[in-house]
């Protein structure tokens, strides 16, 4: 990959042309279970490089603004929440969740400044998130439920944790079906059983083969491949089939297991750092939000700091037990999260495409960077970015995972009416 070609795909910062196709889609600034208090805490989040506050007033409208004031710049994080506004602790100027300016304590009644207002972003709410829109107001896109929220009802759990590299590093290894078999084989050991099949300690699966056959089709909504493995059981009939759905510009449909949906969130905070949600879903099965962060090794307060940073991380070899690793674990690393960030991670802020040897296992990588770098240029010609235009809603789409016989079309195993006829046969 050339480096100019690296560039536009990782910078998301100012005027990059990257992070002006994020800023045609709706992004998540945070989980609604952080800011669920009326008049509660404000909650700092940064995205494309832009430092925000979110905030829920007294009426439980939710709140996106710049997070320093404009009166002096001091943090609006610090600020008290209160009778419907933001009020800064500096000088007492308060702040609705319209970035109108309520009131300015430290000025006269008959001051010019009261006329400004403050920079606010519309939101929104739905599957476990607030929702904010960065982009151009005139220009903002209807707000459409995420693929894991096709009704409000659903169960959703949510892991979040902040990498410390860029998003596309991160979100290539999403769309990585080949690296699962090797990383995670300790937390996906192979089984004799119908399908990945979900205990309290690992997903078993019903392959062993480490080198999957890929095939992957363009869509307007990103695209969808399969990684086609031989099954363990019945091998010269069926295929141990796993799709995987990237939805432009950060969404990740991961294959399911038998007890619950799986979708990532691969988002930009900066040029060199992302925030990954990692969410389970079901509409009655699923997982409870501190069973699925036990699952992942990603707890608040034990395995995370309260700004979503990792407790096992680069800087003490993610606490990696060689003796666990000579006694049969893996990896030594604890959690499928934590497995990956430490790759991730090691590859630097930004890698270094231009040394990649990609081989057949690295289809879906192939196919992400060149939609996306053409994507990013094409937004620059002044053409609507990736997805804007998609003919199929995102909670219309599903990954899938299962044995189907010899020369089944994988392709009928992405959308959601498809799967459940699969799950019935």
Not at 407 to 421: H, P, Q, Y
Request: aromatic letters at 8%.
């Amino acid at each position: 990959m050339r480096p100019a070609d690296n560039e536009l795909l990782c910078r998301v910062e100012g005027e990059a042309a990257m992070g002006l196709v994020m800023r045609q889609h709706w992004l998540p600034a945070c989980m609604i279970e952080e800011v669920a208090e009326a008049d509660g805490a404000p909650v700092r989040t940064r995205l494309l490089g832009e430092d925000l506050v979110v905030f829920r007033d007294s009426k439980g409208k939710v709140g996106v603004l710049g997070e320093h004031c404009p009166h002096r710049g001091a943090s609006l994080a610090f600020g008290r929440n209160e009778d419907c506004g933001l009020r800064c602790l500096y000088h007492g100027w308060k702040f609705g969740v319209d970035g109108e300016i309520q009131e300015m304590a430290s000025e006269p009644a008959d001051s010019r400044m009261r006329s400004l207002k403050h920079q606010a972003y519309p939101t929104a709410e739905a599957g476990g998130f607030v929702w904010v829109w960065m982009g151009d107001p005139a220009a903002m896109r209807p707000f459409q439920p995420p693929a894991w929220a096709p009704s409000p009802d659903i169960r959703t759990s949510i892991v979040k944790m902040h990498a410390a590299c860029n998003w596309a590093q991160v979100l290539e290894g999403s769309i990585d079906s080949a690296h699962s078999s090797s990383l995670h084989s300790t937390n996906m050991p192979t089984a004799e059983v119908a399908g990945s099949t979900a205990t309290e300690t690992a997903w078993l699966r019903p392959s062993n083969d480490k080198a999957p056959r890929l095939e992957a089709e363009l869509t307007d909504f990103g695209f969808h491949y399969a990684a086609i493995r031989r099954p363990i059981v019945n091998a010269d009939t069926h295929d141990y089939v796993r799709t995987t759905v990237f939805i432009a510009p950060f969404t990740v449909l991961i294959p399911p297991n038998d007890q619950y949906n799986l979708a990532q969130m691969l988002v930009p905070i900066d040029d060199v750092n992302c925030m990954f949600y990692w969410v389970a879903w079901h509409p009655t099965k699923g997982i409870e939000q501190d069973a699925w962060r036990r699952f992942c090794v990603a707890v608040p307060g034990v395995d995370l700091d309260t700004d979503w940073r990792k407790v096992r991380n680069l800087s003490n070899a993610f606490k990696q037990d060689r003796a666990r690793m000579k006694a049969g674990d893996f990896t030594g690393i604890d959690g499928i999260p934590a497995q990956d960030m430490a790759m991730w991670e090691s590859m630097g802020p930004i890698a270094d495409r231009s040394f990649d040897h990609l081989g057949a296992s690295d289809v879906a990588i192939v196919q992400f960077r060149r939609q996306m770098v053409a994507a990013a240029g094409s937004v620059l010609d002044g053409e609507p970015a990736i997805g804007t235009r998609a003919t199929t809603r995102p909670a219309d789409l599903a990954s899938y995972e299962g044995l189907v016989a010899k020369g089944a079309d994988w392709r009928a195993f992405t959308t959601r009416g498809s799967v459940a006829r699969a799950a019935a046969e």
